[in-house]
């Protein structure tokens, strides 16, 4: 079945940029659309965007100018850039298969999910 | 567009657990369940609604009507104890929504 890992640091300076890549096993990264989500410690899960295989994107209107996500789809990966990061970015970043849903030709849900990976914003 | 559940709800073994997520017209929308357990990735248990993933057991189901989605554990157990979040997508502002969580308590 699918599986996803998230890669990268998990410390980053405040101001830097976070980058984090996940990769995708078990199955094709085309033909699908790919998020991040994350968790910041004691608080509820956060939407930040998605990609799809042929490039297109969409990202939360709040992170929009902040946020870049990628796809390489030669390496069924695709990854996550963050700019100008503060502590209020530390957070478990998860990657997530973002299902479309044909009958309503809308987004769905999320599932399979990366185990996630901590990332803390410090200097 | 904002998804308000409980913070929390206790249940004792055995009972039924029902949790909550209100939002404007979420009658109108496919509503989608997920348990989170501490350290481990969020695992999706209902989704459109009321269908259930392979291998989520039955005791899990959910309705959706008016303004209020509602997801429910039957027969809860104490590997049920996790957080509990619904989550949407609005095509109005073409936006996943996740809702506020629900800390799910078993006695």
């Known amino acids: 079945q699918v599986q996803l890992q998230e890669s990268g640091p998990g410390l980053v300076k405040p101001s830097e940029t976070l980058s984090l890549t996940c990769t995708v096993s078990?199955?094709?990264?085309?033909?699908?659309?790919w998020s991040w989500i994350r968790q910041p410690p004691g608080k509820g899960l956060e939407w930040i965007g998605y990609?799809?295989?042929?490039?297109?994107?969409k990202y939360k209107s709040s992170l929009k100018s902040r946020v870049t996500i990628s796809i390489d789809t030669s390496k069924n990966q695709f990854s996550l850039k963050l700019t100008s990061v503060t502590a209020a970015d530390t957070a478990v970043y998860y990657c997530?298969?973002?299902?479309?849903?044909?009958?309503?030709?809308?987004?769905?849900?999320?599932?399979?999910w990366g185990q996630g990976t901590l990332v803390t914003v410090s200097s | 567009y904002v998804l308000t559940q409980p913070p929390s709800v206790s249940v004792a073994p055995g009972q039924t657990a029902r949790i909550t997520c209100g939002g404007s017209?979420?009658?109108?929308?496919?509503v989608h369940w997920y348990q989170k357990k501490a350290g481990q990735a969020p695992v999706l248990v209902v989704y459109?609604?009321?269908d259930r993933p392979s291998g989520i057991p039955e005791r899990f189901s959910g309705s959706n009507s008016g303004n209020t989605a509602t997801l429910t554990i039957s027969r809860v157990e104490g590997e049920d104890e996790a957080d509990y979040y619904c989550?949407?997508?609005?095509?109005?502002?073409?936006?996943?929504?996740f809702g506020t969580g629900t800390k799910v308590t078993v006695l």
């Open positions: 990609v799809y295989y042929s490039g297109s994107t």
């Open positions: 017209n979420m009658g109108s929308k496919s």
């Open positions: 989550q949407v997508w609005d095509s109005n502002i073409e936006q996943h929504v």
């Open positions: 078990g199955g094709s990264i085309s033909s699908h659309f």
């Open positions: 459109d609604d009321r």
């Open positions: 997530a298969r973002d299902n479309y849903d044909i009958l309503t030709g809308s987004q769905s849900w999320f599932d399979p």
